[in-house]
């Protein structure tokens, strides 16, 4: 079955940059996009964009833009988001995610999070 | 973007309960609405696509039922390990989800 496995716990301090990854398995990996999804602490879950494992291509939710960057490695089946410019507010646990099926948004298959944590 | 809401924010019910959550959009999402669980410390769970299509592998008690703005989960007997928070999330334009829902066990 489809499993998603994330890179482990990061402490960053402000201004650092983030690199979390994303390993894909039990199915062909460019047949779905993977999106990735924030959740700050005790705080509910945002939409911060996907990208088209075809093609490369990534979208950017509005709130997401500028220091959010998403990409791939197909040969290792991996996506990436890179997170620059740290703030304490981007400390949250961040998911990718995968749709159930094609042509939706509707997320049938999570990564089991990471958590970034930005603190000096 | 289309704004979610969803009500009560928390609710405590006691095993064997029908319990019903409801999830709003700002305008019409026709059925493309999911539903998902989530437990401290965990993924979310995806429990419920298109409005009312049971995700498989998802207990028969839960139920999802609306269309256009106005949406429910709905949870016949509860369970003690259904205790956590439930998400509704639109995915007819660029997704959104709502602000959540805490069920906690009497």
């Known amino acids: 079955q489809v499993q998603l496995v994330q890179s482990g716990s990061e402490l960053k301090k402000p201004g650092a940059s983030v690199k979390v990854s994303c390993k894909a398995s039990g199915d062909t990996f460019t047949d779905h996009g993977m999106n990735w999804v924030r959740q700050a602490p005790g705080q509910g879950l945002e939409w911060m964009g996907w990208?088209?494992?075809?093609?490369?291509?990534?979208t950017y939710a509005q709130d997401f833009t500028g220091r959010f960057v998403f990409s791939l490695d197909t040969s290792v089946r991996t996506a990436y988001l890179q997170i620059s410019s740290l703030r304490a507010d981007d400390t949250a646990v961040y998911y990718c995610?995968?749709?159930?099926?094609?042509?939706?948004?509707?997320?049938?298959?999570w990564g089991q999070g990471t958590l970034v944590t930005v603190s000096s | 973007d289309i704004q979610m809401t969803q009500s009560p924010s928390s609710l405590s019910a006691s095993v064997g309960d029908r319990v019903t959550i409801t999830c709003r959009a700002s305008q019409t999402v026709y059925t493309y609405l999911t539903w998902y669980q989530q437990k401290p410390g965990k993924a979310p769970r995806f429990l419920i696509y298109?409005?009312?299509n049971l995700q498989t592998g998802v207990p028969p008690r839960f139920s999802g039922s609306g269309s256009g703005t106005h949406f429910t989960l709905t949870i016949s007997g509860l369970q003690p390990e259904d205790f956590g928070t439930y998400y509704c999330?639109?995915?007819?334009?660029?997704?959104?989800f709502g602000p959540g829902t805490k069920v906690d066990i009497k």
């Open positions: 995610a995968r749709a159930h099926d094609s042509g939706t948004y509707a997320l049938g298959y």
């Open positions: 990208i088209n494992t075809n093609t490369g291509d990534p």
């Open positions: 298109g409005a009312s």
């Open positions: 999330q639109q995915t007819y334009t660029t997704p959104t």
